[in-house]
Structures are given as C-alpha cells and as structure tokens.
C-alpha cells in the first residue's frame, strides 16, 4: 500500500525553493491522492539539532511552531496530511538504532552533504549527528513503511543510502519488509538556486538571509531581495544555464511562481532589461506570498490551536509507527 511521507527541519521560515522543490507537489498530492493513502508530513526538529545545539531551545520550540503555521498557510491540510513534530514519536528514534547496526561508516562519510557541511567545523569537533542524519532520515520514512518521498534534487543521494539500507534490511531479516522508497522530484524546479550565489541552493540554514525570500518575507523584502540579487555584466536577458546562471535561475524562479512553462518564461523576457526581469519577479512573487503571509499571521497568533493540532497529529503519527516498529522489534529480536 502506498504511503507519502516527508520531512521538513525548524530550521528557520520556508524558502522558495522548499516551497517549489517541496510543499507544492505536496500540495498536489494532497489533491490528487485517495482519500485512503495516508500522507505523513513531519517537522523534523531532531534533524535540526544534528549540527550541534546551535539554535537555542526556545528558538527552536518557536521554529517548530512557526514551520507548522508557514506549512498550514501554504496549504497543508494537518486534516488530511498527518502534520507532525518527529520528537513526538520516539519510535523513530528506535527505528534509527536498529537501522544503525546494518549502516557502515564509510557510506556515511562519503556523502556529498556530510562532506559539504562537516567543513564548517574542525577535524576534531564534527557532531556525530552530523555523520547520521540520512541514518535518521531512512528511520523517518521505514517507521511509517513509506513508499512515496517528495524531496528537492539535494536530497538524491540519502535517497539511495535509504533504499540500499532497506534492501540491507529485508536481506537480514524479511524480504519485502520495508518498501523500496521511491524518490518523487519533479523535474522542474527540483533545485532552486541561492539569489546571492547561484553555484549554491538556496537554503534555510545559510548564514545570509540575502540569497533567500522566505514565504514570511514582506512585500518590501521581496523587493529588496529581488533587486540585490545576481546578476552578469550582459545587459540583455537570456537563458543559459552554465554562462549565466544568475540570470537563468531568476528565470526560473519566475516561470515557477507564475506556473508559466521555462519556455514561455524565456521568450517573454527576452526584452526586457535586468531590472524589469527583477520588478517582474517581485511582482510575482509578492502575488503568490501574499495570501500566505495573511493566513500566517492568523496562525502565529493562535499558538495553542497550533499546538493542538501537533499534539492531535503526533498521537495519530505514533499509533501508526508503533505498529511498524512492533513488528520490526520482532524480526530482529528485541521483542
Ligand atoms: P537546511 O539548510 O537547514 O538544510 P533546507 O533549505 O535545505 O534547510 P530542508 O529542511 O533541509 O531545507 O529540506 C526540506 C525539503 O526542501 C527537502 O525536500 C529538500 O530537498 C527541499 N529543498 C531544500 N532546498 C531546496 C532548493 N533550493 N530547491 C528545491 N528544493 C529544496
Ligand atoms: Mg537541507
């Protein structure tokens, strides 16, 4: 049976490219699914400490919270997508040991995005969790035997690692136990890029808040944004990729926000100068955030009712993942 799940860190607010690379094919599979397949969406508040304690614990707490109303104003349903904070079920957590002792070390340390970010420390002070985070990511999806994982482009390689340890698994213990979770990336769209610097993605955890517009951004953000970003020394527009990305990943960042085809997108600007393919994009952009922006500010102001609905969805979450992890326990022989 079919089973989507996904994850999301407190990180800090949604980004476009969360938004384009993630919440809004989940959008559409929350409209185009049976109304029997269950949809699991959690804010991964674990995954945000892998990196060390360096959000301070009431911002994190905040940072969950805030993820859930950003999530719920962007059009998450918490009615029919099981919305929930990944600490309120301790069973993945268990699920995470057991997948530990089929995972090797230098697997984890071949990782593109272990590699990456284990950088930023020095030799001797990368936190472990750094080194395990696909490791509790599989745990995420095999707790809840997805099948189905909407993810950005970034996260391919976890993907492999996760379907490698789920075959591990079944070999050891049960064949077809855990499904072979299939990655869901659209092609378009799968990997938007940072406004400042294009080589990189866009992201919530980098330091500077310039290469990215959250969904929260005010409409004067937008625009600043917008208008700081990247650009070349060619004055014209046009599209290509590797001798313009600045210019091309404004481009697409255009055609996602106003659901034009690239194609489309590129013929229409092809004469306009820099700066109305930048007043075109804020424009855009602000008529898709704007509506979010409100609903957030409802929900911000409502913390209990937020808290209500993780609390009722975490409770939904753990019934299911209990079961899972029951019968994991057995075939290995912790119960
Ligand atoms: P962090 O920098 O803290 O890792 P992030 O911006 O990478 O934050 P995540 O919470 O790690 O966000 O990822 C949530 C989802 O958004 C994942 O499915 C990820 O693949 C997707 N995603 C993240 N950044 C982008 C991007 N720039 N373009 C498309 N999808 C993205
Ligand atoms: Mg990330």
């Known amino acids: 049976p079919k089973v989507v799940l996904a994850g999301i860190q407190p990180t800090g607010s949604p980004h476009l490219g969360n938004y384009f690379g993630f919440i809004e094919p989940w959008l559409d ?47 998450i349903d918490p009615k029919r997508t099981t919305l929930f904070r990944q600490s309120d079920v301790p069973e993945i957590s268990q699920m ?78 049960k064949l077809e136990f855990f499904p072979l979770p299939k990655q869901i990336t659209r092609q378009a769209h799968a990997r938007i890029r940072s406004l400042r610097d294009p080589r990189q993605k866009m992201s919530k955890s980098d330091p500077s808040v310039r290469g990215r517009i959250d969904v929260d951004d005010s409409e004067a953000v937008v ?18 990729k590797s001798n313009r990305p600045a210019i091309s990943n404004m481009i697409e960042i255009l055609a996602a926000t106003t659901r034009r085809s690239l194609d489309e997108t590129i013929s229409l600007s092809s004469t306009w100068t820099h700066t109305e393919l930048k007043d075109n994009l804020t424009t855009a ?51």
């Open 29 to 75: 599979i929350q409209k185009n699914e049976a109304s029997d397949v269950p949809l699991y969406l959690s804010i991964v508040d674990q995954h945000a400490i892998s990196m060390g304690p360096i959000i301070p614990a009431e911002k994190l707490r905040l940072n969950t919270r805030k993820m859930a109303a950003s999530l719920i104003a962007c059009g």
């Open 285 to 335: 952009i602000n008529r898709l955030l704007g509506p979010i922006r409100e609903r957030l500010n409802y929900y911000e102001q409502r913390p209990q009712e937020l808290e209500e609905i993780l609390a009722e969805n975490g409770v939904r979450a753990r019934m299911a993942a209990k079961k899972v992890l029951l019968e994991t326990r057995e075939l290995v022989g912790l119960c």
């Open 223 to 240: 625009m600043e944004k917008c208008r700081k970003a990247m650009s070349d020394t060619i004055t014209t527009v046009s599209y290509d």
């Open 96 to 173: 995470n040991w057991i997948l530990g002792s089929l995972q090797t070390l230098a697997q984890l340390q071949r990782l593109p995005q272990f590699k990456d970010k284990s950088t930023k420390f020095s030799r001797g002070s990368i936190p472990i969790g750094l080194l395990i985070y696909p490791l509790l990511q599989a745990a995420d999806v095999f707790t809840f035997k997805g099948t189905h994982v909407p993810v950005g482009e970034d996260q391919s390689q976890h993907m492999n690692l996760m379907n490698n340890l789920a075959f591990a698994f079944n070999s050891t213990y």
